[in-house]
């Protein structure tokens, strides 16, 4: 009969079957009532609560409240993260990329789902007109890349330096899509000494994007490590690089000798 309010009532209830029958109603009711199951002690009942807010279309209206679930340690489960970040990716502001750069940051956190925070920052000014979790056509939203930016910078250098291969890639990629000038200098570092051949490769490219002063440099040195996939990368930066004729040819003479 479409009436929410005898649902929502059951967020207390006993019966942990009564009261996902009442999420899985309130999700077909399109009802914003379902976030205070958000707070339910059974993973599986927020869990449903959160396909509820943002699966096929969501309810938007519930959606600050999924993205607030940011701000706590209690979980660790990929559907449900992942609809976390992508509610704060689709509810936008400074909170949001504050909460996304903050879980990032944390060690604690799984490392594919500190991949996924990174990656909904660096395309905040162009985000993807599907949904990032089911795929639902959202249509574009651009808007201002400031608040990202300013958010990663407060973790790039300490992740390019410090974080798992993968993430510090991710944060490489991000600093190129948000432009973030601060982490350079993490990034010339990283370039020069990082273990995997990989993160040198994301440190270059990420170099080239920011257009560096010191790319010239930094191609240089790459074409001189020991991986050759790096090399690979630095001859492809090369014509677009805008770089002297002449140094050009120093380089690729060196390449060649």
Same mark, same amino acid.
């Given at each position: 009969?479409?009436?929410?309010?005898?649902?929502?009532?059951l967020?207390?209830h006993?019966?942990?079957?009564?009261?996902?029958?009442?999420?899985?109603?309130?999700?077909?009711?399109?009802?914003?009532?379902?976030?205070?199951? #958000?707070?339910? =002690?059974d993973l599986?009942i927020? /869990? %449903?609560?959160?396909?509820?807010?943002?699966?096929?279309?969501?309810?938007?209206?519930?959606?600050p409240?999924?993205?607030?679930? #940011?701000?706590?340690?209690?979980?660790?489960?990929?559907? #449900?993260?992942?609809?976390i970040?992508?509610?704060?990716?689709?509810?936008? *502001?400074?909170?949001?990329?504050?909460?996304l750069?903050?879980?990032?940051?944390r060690?604690?956190?799984?490392?594919?789902?500190?991949?996924?925070?990174?990656?909904? #920052?660096?395309?905040w =000014? /162009?985000?993807?007109?599907?949904?990032?979790?089911?795929?639902?056509?959202?249509?574009?939203a651009?808007?201002?890349?400031?608040?990202?930016?300013?958010?990663?910078?407060?973790?790039?250098?300490?992740?390019l330096?410090? *974080?798992?291969?993968?993430?510090?890639?991710a944060?490489?990629?991000?600093?190129?899509?948000l432009?973030? %000038?601060?982490?350079?200098?993490?990034?010339?570092?990283?370039?020069?000494?990082?273990?995997?051949? %990989?993160?040198?490769?994301?440190?270059?490219?990420?170099?080239?994007?920011?257009?560096?002063?010191? !790319?010239?440099?930094?191609?240089?040195?790459?074409?001189?490590?020991?991986?050759e996939?790096?090399? $690979?990368? =630095?001859?492809? !930066?090369?014509?677009g690089?805008? !770089?002297?004729?002449?140094?050009?040819?120093? $380089?690729?003479? =060196?390449?060649?000798?």
């Open positions: 009969i479409g009436e929410a309010a005898p649902l929502v009532a967020r207390d006993p019966s942990r079957a009564l009261r996902i029958a009442a999420v899985v109603a309130l999700r077909r009711l399109r009802h914003d009532g379902v976030a205070t199951f #958000l707070d339910d =002690a599986y927020v /869990t %449903e609560a959160a396909r509820a807010i943002n699966d096929d279309g969501g309810i938007e209206a519930a959606l409240a999924l993205a607030a679930l #940011l701000d706590e340690s209690r979980f660790t489960e990929e559907p #449900l993260l992942r609809r970040i992508n509610a704060n990716s689709r509810v936008g *502001g400074p909170e949001a990329t504050a909460r750069a903050a879980f990032a940051n060690p604690d956190a799984p490392e594919a789902l500190r991949v996924e925070a990174l990656a909904a #920052l660096g395309v =000014a /162009t985000p993807s007109v599907v949904d990032r979790v089911d795929g639902l056509y959202h249509g574009p651009p808007r201002d890349a400031a608040p990202a930016r300013e958010a990663l910078a407060s973790i790039s250098s300490p992740l330096q410090q *974080g798992p291969v993968a993430v510090a890639i944060t490489a990629e991000a600093v190129s899509r432009q973030d %000038e601060s982490a350079l200098p993490a990034l010339h570092e990283r370039l020069r000494g990082a273990p995997a051949p %990989e993160l040198r490769i994301a440190a270059l490219q990420a170099l080239n994007a920011l257009g560096d002063d010191g !790319l010239a440099n930094a191609i240089q040195r790459a074409l001189s490590d020991r991986a996939t790096v090399r $690979m990368t =630095a001859l492809g !930066l090369i014509p690089a805008s !770089l002297p004729g002449a140094s050009v040819a120093e $380089m690729l003479y =060196a390449v060649l000798d």
